[in-house]
């Protein structure tokens, strides 16, 4: 079974600065994709960045993007130019490649970490 | 704009209690989803529906149970409510490959 693992549950950040969250990640399997979602306070989860395996190149949006390390089985979270905006529960989750039907469409995630942002 | 929508977001009901939580999603998702959230356990996935009528055990499916008989409509029942389901429920859909979208969530609170 895949698993997926945040071990901060806690991080600070200065507002402006940038920060990184990380994820580690258990696999057997060589095709797979990776996802940060965020939390913020009292509102709907939503979804940061996503990163296919099978893709080199980091997934970029904006201020955040990540470093995918396949073989280390790595998938940490670069926050830039931190703003109070930012300061959520983010979550590291893991879904199942191809094949593509309905019961590899769940996702494992971790247990999440709480970012602050100070001002 | 997908929309996943939770009957309450509030919820306060007694042991024993049969409990319904709904969900509905308006972007004809095949994909339905429901996990609970509890401080330090992260999203723990309880059910999951890939098509009408489907239903697949998640991680932790002791305890509740699922319908879904139209396809924007995923409910979540538990039988008979007990203080260890107090927890935050998160409702979520997709479609079959891209990511999932999440609803408010409801709190229930089981006293």
């Known amino acids: 079974a895949q698993t997926v693992t945040q071990s901060q549950p806690e991080m600070s950040v200065q507002e402006a600065e940038t920060v990184t969250l990380s994820c580690t990640y258990d696999?057997?399997?060589?095709?797979?994709?990776l996802f940060w979602y965020k939390q913020p306070p009292s509102r709907q989860m939503i979804l940061v960045i996503r990163?296919?395996?099978?893709?080199?190149q980091n997934a970029t949006e904006n201020r955040f993007s990540v470093n995918f390390q396949k073989a280390a089985k790595s998938f940490s979270l670069k926050i830039s130019d931190s703003q109070l905006g930012d300061a959520a529960m983010y979550f590291c989750a893991y879904r199942r490649g191809p094949p593509l039907t309905g019961a590899n469409s769940k996702l494992t995630f971790g247990k999440g970490i709480t970012l602050s942002v100070r001002p | 704009d997908v929309k996943v929508t939770q009957s309450s977001r509030y919820l306060v009901k007694r042991t024993g209690e049969k409990v319904f939580l709904e969900c509905v999603q308006d972007m004809d998702h095949e994909n339905m989803f429901w996990y609970r959230q509890d401080p330090g356990l992260g999203l723990r996935l309880i059910y999951f529906s890939y098509d009408v009528k489907m239903k697949e055990k998640g991680d932790i499916p002791e305890g509740y149970s699922v319908s879904r008989e139209k396809k924007e409509r995923f409910s979540l029942i538990l039988e008979s409510a007990s203080t260890n389901q107090t927890s935050m429920y998160l409702c979520a859909s997709s479609l079959q490959y891209n990511e999932q979208f999440f609803g408010p969530g409801t709190r229930l609170t089981v006293l």
């Open positions: 696999t057997s399997e060589s095709d797979y994709y």
């Open positions: 990163q296919e395996a099978y893709k080199q």
